[in-house]
């Protein structure tokens, strides 16, 4: 049903780790069931039937259904005459049948030795387990094709399944959990139709052989429909999207803003962004059009991960915000300014300018709002290349005045506290992370002598010191298993990227103990590699707290274990006077902040 198609999972030296075994048990069962074969012999009607049903296998496996939105890629058909197989003439002819249509298909295709031995074996064995299945059934016609059949079809099915999820994830670097729910989500409906198929397949068979005509015509229609159908969808598609950055292109993001935007009646609040990228000729004069390439695919990438993103043509970009103020949306937006050139691997800082209008407030036509947001984005790269603008009622851009501005600063600073809780209720089993750190931080913060003031910054920025996972896509934060050293990089530019945003909104010296609150005391910590005094002393804090609260809510460790792991590691990761203030505050009560 499924199989391995990358040619990376082939070489991998993990991957081969898995693919040896599987080969190995493989060859030991193919053995056994030729020697059961040979031992039982064969009619020739029986071989007949044998290679009727091998044609059929191997015709509908070289022309398999392509499945979008998993790894695994494609499913055939070639499992409905397998389990047919299975059920009208044994484990061991089934088993046979199985290895040697798929060592045909991916010998004819030209496929790697690994991939083809692996692909084969894995048939052969699922094959087996399928033959198991339905040998515990028991051999009466009607249990024969209604329950051996679906017996057999999902045996083939969970084996087959389990061992090619399981070397897609060792490739791909992927939780092999997360991958088999997924796949097995996708393929449920594919599986369903496929035992209907098997039960009518045995049915068929039983009344004559050749009533399996009547089921290969439809089954081939139904295969070249869908494939069809898929090269349809595809052409849509691409017809929608900007074929280097994978992003919408211009079509799609008007229809996608006259959707946002209804014409008879005033709908949700939508923030429209346009963007340009600053000297993008500069760069491609400087290093070549591949560099500029690059730069405009990171930009796409950054703008795909807070919302609905769109490339316009050039160096033009536009974001759709359904649901989102402006002025959380140029939080957002100010995201693409971070770091980008360190992602493309220039020495000079990318520059991305940008304009915010919003629906209904600002315009409520599509037009018009475009309108107004190109006005904010000519007066960001007017006046501050590299800047987002809000548009405002007097056409200056809301940035220009945060200086000035208390009333302004404390809009942005409600923006940022009502991203804050956006990351916690998708980083934390109970939505409150931050707001703990924020509190506990303040109380250690206390202990140390701090003033009242800092003690208030300090409780603020521990509210605010994962702002920066809001560029985090759900998929890494919610990842069971171990991040792979890319996943990694991605991951530690959070403490970056809240460092920016609030040194946007003026409040420079808590972004510094933002950015610094995953340093550690002995020096190894990111993202600068500070040690000791060196790293701020609320940083210090905030990395206490933090590891604390995580352990607790995260880990699920009880306030001893906990206080434990942190003395082990004062020291190493954490600064001891903190922890020890931290152990001196708690006392003897229990934890609840």
């Given amino acids: ?114 991939r083809v031995a692996y692909n084969s074996s894995v048939y052969a064995l699922a094959a087996a387990a399928g033959g198991a299945a339905a040998a515990a059934i028991g051999r009466m016609p009607l249990d024969r094709a209604l329950i051996a059949t679906p017996a057999a079809a999902a045996a083939f099915y969970a084996v087959d399944l389990v061992l090619v999820a399981l070397v897609v994830a060792r490739s791909g670097h992927e939780p092999f959990g997360a991958l088999l729910k997924r796949t097995l989500r996708t393929t449920s409906l594919p599986l369903a139709i496929m035992i209907s198929l098997s039960v009518v397949l045995v049915v068929l068979w039983d009344r004559s052989p050749f009533l399996i005509a009547a089921l290969f015509g439809p089954l081939v229609a139904f295969d070249l429909y869908q494939r069809s159908q898929l090269r349809a969808l595809e052409a849509m598609r691409a017809a929608v999207t900007d074929p280097l950055t994978g992003v919408g292109n211009r079509r799609r993001f008007d229809e996608r803003l006259n959707d946002e935007v209804p014409p008879s009646k005033r709908g949700s609040p939508v923030s429209v962004c346009l963007l340009d990228v600053d000297d993008l000729k500069n760069i491609n004069d400087r290093h070549g059009h591949p560099v500029g390439d690059l730069v405009l695919a990171a930009v796409g990438a950054r703008l795909a991960s807070s919302g609905e993103a769109f490339r316009l043509g050039g160096d033009e970009f536009a974001l759709l915000l359904p649901e989102v ?64 603008y809000v548009r405002s009622d007097d056409g ?56 009242v003031d800092q003690c208030d910054l300090i409780a603020l920025a521990g509210r605010l010191h994962d702002l920066g996972k809001v560029a985090i896509p759900d998929e890494l934060l919610e990842k069971p298993g171990p991040l792979a050293p890319d996943e990694l990089r991605v991951l530690e530019r959070h403490p970056t990227v809240g460092s920016h945003m ?27 590699g500070l040690a ?25 460790m009880s306030q001893a274990q906990a206080v434990d792991e942190l003395e082990r590691g004062a020291g190493t990761q954490f600064d001891p006077t903190v922890v020890a203030a931290l152990v001196a505050e708690l006392g003897d009560a229990e934890y609840d902040l």
């Fill in 396 to 451: 200056l851009g809301l940035r220009a005045l945060v200086a000035d501005s208390p009333t302004d600063r404390a809009t942005r600073l409600q923006a940022a506290m009502s991203l804050a809780r956006a990351v916690d209720s998708r980083d934390a089993p109970a939505g409150t992370h931050s707001q703990s750190v924020g509190r506990l931080a303040a109380r250690i913060a206390a202990r140390l002598g701090c003033d």
């Fill in 1 to 114: 049903m499924l199989q391995v198609k990358t040619k990376a999972a082939t070489q991998d030296p993990g991957v081969l780790s898995i693919v040896l075994p599987v080969t190995v048990g493989a060859t030991v069962v193919v053995a056994a069931a030729a020697a059961s074969l040979a031992d039982e012999g064969l009619s020739r009607s029986a071989l007949a039937g044998l290679l009727a049903l091998f044609a059929a296998a191997a015709f509908t496996e070289a022309f398999p259904l392509p499945i979008r939105g998993i790894p695994i890629g494609r499913t055939s058909l070639a499992s409905v005459f397998i389990v047919g197989t299975i059920v009208l003439y044994g484990w061991a002819a089934a088993t046979i049948l199985a290895f040697l249509m798929q060592l045909t298909v991916e010998l004819g295709q030209r496929r790697p030795p690994v």
């Fill in 502 to 528: 609030l040194t946007s909104l003026g409040l420079g010296a808590m972004s510094g103990w933002v950015l610094h609150h995953h340093e550690h005391w002995d020096g190894t910590g990111y993202p600068e």
């Fill in 532 to 556: 000791g005094e060196a790293i701020p002393l609320a940083a210090r804090i905030l990395a206490t707290a933090d590891a604390f609260d995580a352990l607790i809510y995260r880990r699920r």
């Fill in 325 to 388: 103020e402006p002025e959380q949306a140029r939080l957002l937006v100010e995201l693409v300014l971070v770091d980008l050139a360190l992602e493309v691997g220039l020495d000079e800082p990318i520059k991305v300018s940008g304009g915010i209008a919003a629906y209904p407030r600002d315009d409520e036509t599509p037009g018009g709002l475009v309108d107004r947001a190109d006005e904010a984005l000519y007066q960001a790269k007017r006046h501050a290349p590299g800047s987002v």
